[in-house]
């Protein structure tokens, strides 16, 4: 068995708020420690139930969060940015399942930091079926026939991924108070939580299916702003549909659809605010 873990750092226990997850920010180092060894939970429950690779994406930011030199000896990992499947980079046909640990709540909804990939998002669509983060991902592994086996991060997150995936396992580390305040477990307690639930996810993984997208999907992304909207439908292929700031792609498939976001969210990040 081959598992794949993406590992995003909103989710992560005990971090309320953005002092915790900008490398900038006084609480940062404190954060990517507690990240790693919840990366490492999940891990070593794997490797105890029988899986034979454990392949890491580090997906929050900069994707550099993550210490190599901490994290379990036996687990492959991918760092840094500028992946053409980001947050489920070299993610493929050949693995078990995936586990998408630290995860938050789609933007403009009710959970620690949500968001959708960058702040200036307000919704994803996939034809009629609104996503975040979670979902798109969700989707890309279903288009490689691997299921998301675990979900991990605040309560907000665990919600969405029920939603989404009949079966799928959860894990809630933190319950959030607000978008900026938390009720959190001990990270002791949280990594012990999380490697009783991978525990159960590979027992259950023959009963939980891939998510599959939409054939040629429609893709419609609402920015927040005008400027956004206009800069992301400068890329090839979209529209900026009249009198709204939703930019539309039509793509032959989800991984395509998802290629598009990303480079129509960077673009959108252009735009200036004064």
Not at 143 to 167: K, N, Q, S, T, Y
């Amino acid at each position: 068995m081959k598992l794949f873990i993406s590992v995003d750092m909103e989710g992560i226990t005990g971090l309320p708020d953005e002092s915790f997850v900008d490398s900038h920010r006084h609480n940062y180092e404190r954060a990517r420690r507690i990240m790693t060894e919840e990366a490492n939970a999940i891990a070593s429950s794997a490797f105890e139930a029988g899986v034979q690779e454990v392949l890491v994406n580090d997906s929050h930011s900069k994707m550099n969060n993550l210490l190599v030199e901490e994290m379990h000896p036996d687990v492959e990992l991918i760092t840094g940015e500028v992946k053409p499947l980001s947050m489920v980079q070299s993610l493929d046909e050949s693995y078990t399942g995936a586990v998408f640990a630290g995860y938050h709540a789609r933007a403009g909804q009710p959970g620690v930091m949500s968001h959708t990939m960058i702040f200036g998002v307000r919704n994803i669509f996939i034809n009629d079926a609104v996503i975040g983060e979670l979902g798109f991902n969700a989707y890309v592994a279903g288009h490689f026939d691997v299921p998301v086996l675990l979900v991990a991060g605040d309560d907000g997150a665990c919600r969405e991924a029920e939603a989404l995936i009949p079966g799928v396992v959860t894990a809630a580390v933190k319950q959030s108070i607000s978008r900026s305040s938390v009720r959190t477990l001990h990270p002791q307690k949280a990594q012990a939580l999380l490697k009783e639930k991978m525990a159960e996810a590979l027992e259950k993984r023959n009963e939980i299916k891939p998510l599959k997208a939409p054939d040629n999907p429609t893709m419609r992304i609402e920015f927040t702003n005008y400027g956004e909207a206009e800069w992301a439908a400068m890329m090839p292929g979209c529209v900026l549909e009249e009198g709204t700031t939703i930019v539309r792609y039509e793509a032959k498939d989800i991984v395509e659809a998802y290629r598009a976001m990303l480079v129509m969210t960077e673009l959108a990040m252009q735009t200036k605010f004064c």
